[in-house]
């Protein structure tokens, strides 16, 4: 493990310093097209009967479980960090376009894509089961916060809209991790498992557990903090708390990200104001920004590498571009919907539909969920159709999406509405 750690880490290192230097892309898109250039340059090279290279690459990337590492290692970390910074009573305020777009809305694209996906696949002539097409719904139905974070705030987004997209997609892979388990159970154990008594109670004791969970760790910290003043100590007990929290979540079979969302909205609003000194804040909130980039890095580094050990077949692009547009269409009316409803009672930016659409990314929770599906004949189709979705998703979309805030916004950042006003959504 350390070698591995030592290895990765020095080579993030390395694309980090070049990006900045010469490519000046965001951080984390950066690193993972040199990851891609890189990728592709070994695969030519091994085409070229240049294998060593190859080999050694694919040696150590093999020895990473990427499912395992950002499911039950990176992904606490960087939910509680991105968690940390969000303002409870701005998320409060839009809770039901949140929630709907986290909850209602990942399981009605887990059924439009899925079935979408089923008939693109046997039109091409592929023999996909509809369960497994509902389970390459739910995998990459999420925006992925670890994505939607740092490049909505790069892209200039105002803080209403930032706060909405980075709020769903805190809480919406919780809800689409337990759609796609109750739904790899079935696939699994026999498709009339799968009950809505069934999925209820696994959604109830996940969600809800890890919102209890989360809750009574972040409080308990909280008042732990509150007792002393010394920074050292405090830092330690918010790492211990997402180290501590996540696995604890893990015994007790209940969502660890959504548990890592909730303490991390405790601290960084409760703990911030009412049991933190500014040299304790300060520090606080140093460490986890550099844990959150350090680790960004390291994951889209990855992701660019993951090429190599990809089966990857220029057959699965053209089922995957057909699929893009579906996932960009379903998405328009999953938020388009809500909101024209709602224009009755709050108030929208012009352009709302368009930004929150475009700024819906895929990333590596869905490369994550694949790589982590059961060995079966459908396997690599689902894994390498899902990795050319993700990679257009951070590469087009997040590429574009500043170009796109900058085109659909008032300059003077003026709000559009439509009926009574109670307050900006």
């Excluded at 040696?59 to 039950?72: A, G, H, P, R, V």
């Excluded at 140093?286 to 580094?301: C, K, P, R, S, T």
């Excluded at 352009?351 to 700024?359: A, I, N, P």
Aim: proline share 3%.
């Amino acid at each position: 493990m350390l070698n591995i750690a030592a290895l990765f880490i020095t080579i993030t290192a390395l694309f980090l310093w070049f990006n900045h230097k010469v490519i000046r892309l965001p951080p984390t898109i950066g690193v993972m097209v040199i990851g891609l250039v890189l990728s592709l340059t070994l695969v030519g090279l091994n085409h070229l009967g240049v294998t060593v290279l190859t080999d050694h690459a694919q040696y150590w990337l093999e020895q990473i479980n990427f499912n395992t590492l950002l499911m039950d290692g990176m992904l606490s970390f960087l939910l509680f960090a991105g968690a940390l910074h969000v303002d409870i009573h701005e998320l409060k305020s839009y809770r039901y376009s949140i929630g709907f777009l986290a909850t209602f809305g990942v399981v009605l694209s887990t059924v439009a894509v899925g079935s979408a996906a089923w008939w693109l696949f046997g039109w091409f002539g592929m023999d996909v089961p509809y369960i497994y097409c509902l389970i390459f719904g739910a995998l990459i139905a999420p925006t992925d916060p670890i994505a939607v974070l740092g490049i909505m705030q790069n892209a200039g987004a105002p803080k209403d809209m930032e706060i909405k997209i980075v709020g769903e997609s805190l809480f919406n892979d919780g809800v689409a991790v337990v759609v796609f388990t109750a739904l790899v159970g079935a696939a699994s154990a026999g498709v009339h498992t799968l009950t809505p008594s069934h999925v209820g109670l696994l959604f109830l004791e996940e969600a809800g557990g890890g919102v209890v969970l989360g809750g009574a760790l972040g409080a308990l910290v909280y008042f732990l903090m509150k007792s002393i003043d010394q920074y050292q100590v405090e830092v330690m007990l918010s790492l211990a708390l997402v180290i501590g929290g996540y696995a604890l979540a893990s015994t007790l079979h209940v969502s660890g990200p959504i548990a890592m969302v909730v303490a991390g909205l405790i601290i960084g609003n409760m703990a911030r104001v009412g049991a933190m000194s500014d040299n304790t804040r300060r520090y606080v909130d140093g460490f986890w920004e550099l844990i959150d980039e350090i680790l960004n890095a390291v994951l889209f580094v990855l992701i660019g590498l993951e090429l190599l050990i990809i089966p990857f077949n220029s057959y699965y692009i053209w089922i995957a571009m057909p699929l893009i547009l579906l996932i960009l269409m379903f998405r328009f009316i999953t938020i388009g919907v809500p909101i024209t409803l709602l224009r009755k009672w709050y108030s929208f930016r012009t352009g709302t539909t368009r930004v929150l659409t475009w700024g819906g990314l895929r990333g590596g929770i869905s490369v994550a969920l694949a790589l982590g599906l059961p060995d079966t004949p459908y396997r690599e189709s689902l894994v390498v159709i899902t990795y050319i979705i993700v990679l257009f998703s951070i590469l087009v979309q997040g590429l574009t999406i500043g170009k796109l805030v900058s085109a659909v916004l008032p300059e003077d950042g003026s709000v559009k509405s439509s009926g009574t006003t109670r307050h900006h959504s």
